[in-house]
């Protein structure tokens, strides 16, 4: 289905758009983690439940070895937990 939209406000920044949306301003497309919040808190409501948006790629590069920062390396594996990723792509420290 295509869904032909005139938009009264256009944002290329998530944060201002959730916002916006909350707010009553309008309807966003973003991601459900990125709107955790204002779905917990019921400001924002799931449309179009049966639609899902292509998945996209996500890399995390850092240097390997002594130089690797803890920080780096924590931040990584929050992630692969966060979002259930395929820890076997993920090298070790």
Same mark, same amino acid.
Request: glycine share 6%.
């Given at each position: 289905?295509?869904?032909? +939209?005139?938009? #009264?406000?256009? /944002?290329?920044?998530?944060?201002?758009?959730?916002?916006?949306?909350?707010?009553?301003?309008? !309807?966003? &497309?973003? &991601?459900?983690?990125?709107?955790?919040?204002?779905?917990?808190?019921?400001? +924002?409501?799931?449309?179009? /439940?049966?639609?899902?948006?292509? =998945? !996209?790629?996500? *890399?995390?590069?850092?240097?390997?070895?002594?130089? /690797?920062?803890?920080?780096?390396?924590? +931040?990584?594996? #929050?992630?692969?937990?966060?979002? *259930? +990723? =395929?820890?076997? #792509?993920?090298?070790?420290?």
């Amino acid at each position: 289905m295509t869904v032909d +939209l005139q938009p #009264h406000l256009s /944002t290329n920044e998530n944060e201002g758009a959730i916002a916006a949306a909350a707010a009553g301003l309008g !309807i966003t &497309s973003t &991601s459900e983690w990125a709107c955790r919040r204002e779905l917990e808190a019921g400001s +924002l409501v799931r449309l179009f /439940t049966d639609w899902k948006t292509a =998945d !996209i790629p996500v *890399h995390a590069y850092f240097p390997m070895g002594p130089a /690797t920062r803890a920080a780096a390396r924590a +931040l990584v594996d #929050h992630l692969v937990a966060q979002f *259930h +990723l =395929d820890a076997d #792509h993920v090298p070790d420290a």
